[in-house]
Nanobody, 125 residues
Framework: QVHLVESGGGLVQAGGSLRLSCAAS?????????MGWFRQAPGKEREFVAA????????NYADSVKGRFVISKDNAKNTVYLQMNSLSPEDTADYYC?????????????????WGQGTQVTVSS
């Protein structure tokens, strides 16, 4: 079983930065698990943001965040991070951390087995 807890959300002005953290417990940070970030804005469907592989740390990003967001992980701390820069109001959403029992950093939510409760990010204009 894997338990995920997100933190780091909040209110930020456009152009600002935030770093989200996802602390994992259980059987997680081995080469067996990939980790991802997804988001869901009010009235919209959940969408992929970024993912990091469980093997060599390969990464995968949504086009909308490439060049602005960086996903990373610290295996010793069982934590995955999402550094978000140059934020815009369009990034406002609830952000969810997810883990999948496979090493590839997939972009489809259905491929993930475990989910956190989410952390809210609000970007003001």
């Amino acid at each position: 079983q894997v338990h995920l807890v997100e933190s780091g959300g909040g209110l930020v002005q456009a152009g600002g930065s935030l770093r989200l953290s996802c602390a994992a417990s259980g059987r997680t940070f081995s080469s067996y698990y990939a980790m991802g970030w997804f988001r869901q804005a009010p009235g919209k469907e959940r969408e992929f943001v970024a993912a990091i592989g469980g093997d060599y740390g390969s990464t995968n990003y949504a086009d909308s965040v490439k060049g602005r967001f960086v996903i990373s992980k610290d295996n010793a701390k069982n934590t995955v991070y999402l550094q978000m820069n140059s934020l815009s109001p369009e990034d406002t959403a609830d952000y969810y951390c997810a883990a999948r029992s496979g090493s590839r950093p997939r972009s489809v939510g259905a491929d993930y087995d475990y989910w956190g409760q989410g952390t809210q990010v609000t970007v003001s204009s």
